[in-house]
């Protein structure tokens, strides 16, 4: 079975820095997929970002990036320029050769003006 | 539509009583997933329809709880007598074809449950 573990259950940025959230996961498959999902208090969930196990390259959207270390199983979020709107619940979430998504405990991520 | 749909956005029950949450998954995907998000235990699987395929059910927490899919689209989720414990945000996510190892999956604005 695959874990995904956040450890810091809150965090707080000011606005204009950077911040990075983390995750690590245990699994013994090869091929996966990563994701962050973002969680306002709206509830809706939307995805950030996601990354291909089988990519070395981290990915980037905009002001979202992902540094992955396989070996580690590590996947850390970085968010510059941190906007007000950033404020949420941000999940981790793993998918593999079973479709449905394994999440962490979620980072609760306040932009502070 | 252009998102994946809940109702109700909020239920109110009894102890005791059943409930029914509903799904409409985007128009297309062939794959409906439902999760539960609750203070004590996070986000959790807990059932998932796959085309024609029958369901992965494995994270049902008892059998109290069951789901159904019509027609390859909407999806209704029961839960039977239900419990206190049983309280949580109830989320429903679809995603195109469950064949695509690339899955992402996109979610509803969930059903908030509580049990008094």
């Known amino acids: 079975a695959q874990t995904v573990t956040q450890s810091q259950p809150e965090m707080s940025v000011q606005e204009a820095e950077t911040v990075t959230l983390s995750c690590t996961y245990d699994t013994s498959e090869n091929n996966y997929y990563l994701f962050w999902y973002k969680q306002p208090p709206s509830r809706q969930m939307i995805l950030v970002i996601r990354q291909e196990a089988y990519k070395q390259q981290n990915a980037t959207e905009n002001r979202f990036s992902v540094n992955f270390q396989k070996a580690a199983k590590s996947f850390s979020l970085k968010i510059s320029d941190s906007q007000l709107g950033d404020t949420a619940m941000y999940f981790c979430?793993?998918?593999?050769?079973?479709?449905?998504?394994?999440f962490g405990s979620g980072t609760q991520l306040t932009v502070l003006p | 539509g252009a998102g994946v749909s809940q109702s109700p956005s909020n239920k109110v029950t009894e102890k005791g009583k059943d409930v029914e949450l509903r799904c409409d998954p985007i128009?297309?995907?062939?794959?409906l997933y439902w999760y539960r998000q609750s203070l004590g235990q996070g986000l959790e699987f807990l059932i998932y329809?796959?085309?024609?395929?029958?369901?992965?059910k494995s994270g049902l927490p008892s059998d109290r709880f069951s789901a159904e899919r019509t027609g390859g689209s909407v999806s209704t989720l029961t839960i039977q007598r239900t419990q206190q414990e049983d309280s949580a945000v109830y989320l429903c996510a679809s995603s195109r074809d469950f064949r695509s190892s690339y899955n992402e999956q996109f979610f509803g604005p969930g059903t908030r449950l509580t049990v008094l």
């Open positions: 979430a793993f998918s593999g050769s079973a479709r449905q998504l394994t």
């Open positions: 329809f796959q085309g024609n395929s029958a369901p992965d």
């Open positions: 128009s297309g995907h062939t794959a």
